[in-house]
């Protein structure tokens, strides 16, 4: 899947959302599977339980655009 509605917005892989995890923060979208967004940030994602990991698994539930 190339696209998924969040906030009654299309979101596409190759994108930026926001999600609250530990703390604000962003990831690009690199693949959507089903309602789950695969979201990537090379410079590490932040945080106690994902901190320093490079792509992290999150619910499209969670996410918004800015």
């Known amino acids: 899947m190339k696209t998924t509605i969040l906030e009654n917005k299309e979101v ?3 994108e930026w959302v926001c ?4 703390t604000e ?3 690009k979208v ?3 599977k089903g ?4 979201l990537e ?3 590490g994602f932040a945080g106690y339980y994902i901190g320093g ?3 992290f698994l999150v619910e499209v539930d969670q996410c ?3």
Do not use: A, H
């Open 41 to 43: 940030n090379k410079k």
């Open 25 to 27: 923060q962003q990831g």
């Open 12 to 14: 596409k892989v190759g």
């Open 19 to 22: 999600f609250s995890y530990d």
């Open 53 to 55: 990991t490079t792509r």
């Open 30 to 32: 690199v693949e959507i």
């Open 64 to 66: 918004w655009k800015k």
């Open 35 to 38: 309602r789950n967004l695969l």
